[in-house]
């Protein structure tokens, strides 16, 4: 039996995806939304080079649908796009959950037999894997709530900032079900095989400074927003060729590269032939911060 990659269960209110909302639908670090249809489910926002992809269903513990996880591709392939665009952060609205992950509710209706279980999962597969073969570095800004699929989410992200009182979990076992492959795969690359298991066979709930101890969090900040405005500034300073590479060199090597090879060889010769180069070696000999391009 396979289940959906990564859903919410642990809260009572997270479970069913529904629970306060936070007092506002999307962070003010959300300039606009440049999309062009009306769901505002999630939404897509710039600010300077810096997008931002906010789950937006306050009122339900930003509880993600079938139709929200299937929006995700479509946003993130807007702002891959976006001329200037250096890094993209994912959020969920409020304060109160960063996502108590997929909405139960639908279950129902949407996953009562072996073809819509299939069809769910690769829906929500492909929102994840959009999110790591996204061309910039990803941040996961995680305020609240950040169960099952949201966490899934958070996992395909490059980075995972969190806020002091951020919650993590990750749910099948009170829900019978199996995760796919690849999702679990993620889980295992970045926290290990053992607190994997622990994690998959318990449902435990984990703090912010629990989930940092094993991995699944990288940094832990009082003032999240402002270290994720200040992460991302950084990172505009720096070699979008080289982070690109770190992308895909880091995921090959996940997926069992140990040795160059003509893709590495490849990779590495494109950077040499890039004004990103050329640049960062004059700004070194001229004394001076580089500006790349």
């Known amino acids: ?99 108590a992950g997929a909405d139960i509710a639908e279950f129902g209706a949407a996953r009562t037999t072996a073809e819509q279980a299939a069809a769910y999962d690769q829906i929500v597969l492909t929102a994840e894997e959009a999110l790591a073969a996204f061309p910039h570095p990803v941040i996961a800004a995680v305020h609240g709530y950040c169960y099952g699929g949201g966490c899934a989410l958070a996992l395909a992200c490059d980075i995972r900032f969190a806020s002091p009182a951020a919650r993590f979990a990750i749910t099948p076992a009170k829900l019978g079900l199996v995760y796919p492959l690849r999702a679990t795969k993620r889980l295992v690359d970045v926290v290990g095989p053992s607190r994997a298991k622990l994690m998959l066979m318990s449902g435990a709930d984990y703090d912010a400074r629990q989930a940092q101890a094993f991995g699944l969090v990288d940094e832990v900040h009082d003032d999240l927003d402002a270290a994720v405005r200040e992460f991302t500034a950084l990172l505009a300073t720096r070699s979008g060729v080289t982070q690109r590479a770190v992308k895909e060199v880091v995921a090959r090597i996940l997926d069992g590269a140990t040795h160059d090879d003509e893709a590495h060889t490849a990779l590495r010769a494109a950077a040499l032939a890039s004004p990103d180069y050329a640049e960062g070696v004059r700004a070194f000999l001229e004394h001076r911060p580089p500006k790349f391009s």
């Open 1 to 99: 039996m396979t289940g959906p990659a990564m859903t919410g269960a642990d809260d009572p209110d997270a479970s069913a995806g529904a629970g306060p909302g936070a007092n506002t639908a999307a962070n003010s670090d959300t300039d606009s939304d440049t999309d062009s249809d009306t769901d505002a489910t999630v939404l897509l926002g710039r600010d300077g080079p810096v997008a931002t992809l906010t789950i937006n269903r306050p009122d339900r513990l930003n509880a993600l649908t079938y139709a929200m996880f299937a929006r995700i591709p479509r946003l993130l392939a807007q702002a891959a796009v976006m001329d200037g665009v250096r890094s993209l952060v994912l959020r969920g609205a409020g304060r109160k959950s960063f996502s």
